[in-house]
């Protein structure tokens, strides 16, 4: 099994609703990423957790709010976006961030929309 | 910080090759990847080079040289479903911590 799956696919809210992106691997793979990416625009790093630690924090508006239940869940808590936010968040996940392959592989998205 | 630089379209005809060049600037690299990325779709790995050289995988081949701050990644008997972004991507340091960053990306247009 080399997927990644993300729920949901597509999610609308409003900019005083509060909603979660989820995300799953079972590949045993120790570390998972959150991305977001715009359109027309490479992929920007969020979030890194290694060994459920969030490892890597590219200091993001607190509005966006990463959780990591077990190594196999990824969760991104949102609240108070603002239309700006709007993008496709994708969601890896890798071996492990040390020294190596580490190829993350991508799940398929969600496509956030902030009205 | 880290910056990294693609050209931003690139086109190319059916069975011919094209070479896609990355250029770089960070502190603490530890690695430089290849994905690929159809439109509407998520990112797929195509190649890592962490030491200087050539790595071969099939149809594509990715050089990296660390003290020129340069990768390219090189497509033979291009295919129509080639025609997709080419995404180079570091991995480094910055005073924040390690970081992965992607570069602009390169939009092929494979042509028959």
């Known amino acids: 099994d080399t997927e990644v799956t993300q729920t949901p696919k597509h999610l609308v809210m409003g900019m005083t609703n509060k909603k979660s992106l989820k995300c799953e691997q079972h590949?045993?793979?120790?570390?998972m990423y959150w991305y977001k990416q715009k359109a027309k625009k490479p992929p920007e790093l969020m979030f890194v957790?290694?060994?459920?630690?969030?490892?890597i924090n590219e200091s993001v508006p607190s509005r966006f709010s990463p959780e990591c239940p077990n190594s196999s869940l990824l969760n991104l808590h949102l609240h108070a976006l603002q239309p700006e936010d709007s993008a496709l968040y994708l969601c890896?996940?890798?071996?492990?961030?040390?020294?190596?392959?580490?190829?993350?592989?991508f799940g398929p998205g969600t496509r956030l929309t902030v009205t | 910080g880290q910056n990294i630089d693609q050209p931003t379209e690139m086109t190319a005809t059916e069975g011919a090759i094209v070479q896609i060049n990355c250029t770089y600037q960070t502190s603490g690299f530890n690695g430089l990847f290849w994905y690929q990325q159809h439109a509407g779709e998520a990112p797929t790995f195509l190649s890592y080079n962490v030491l200087d050289g050539l790595e071969e995988k099939g149809r594509f081949s990715s050089f990296l040289s660390r003290s020129k701050g340069y990768s390219y990644l090189l497509l033979k008997e291009l295919q129509m479903k080639d025609s997709a972004s080419y995404l180079c991507?570091?991995?480094?340091?910055?005073?924040?911590?390690?970081?992965?960053?992607f570069g602009p990306g390169t939009r092929l247009s494979v042509l028959p």
């Open positions: 590949m045993g793979h120790r570390a």
């Open positions: 890896a996940s890798s071996q492990d961030i040390g020294p190596g392959g580490e190829e993350q592989y």
């Open positions: 957790y290694s060994y459920e630690k969030l490892s």
């Open positions: 991507a570091v991995r480094g340091w910055d005073n924040y911590g390690q970081n992965f960053v």
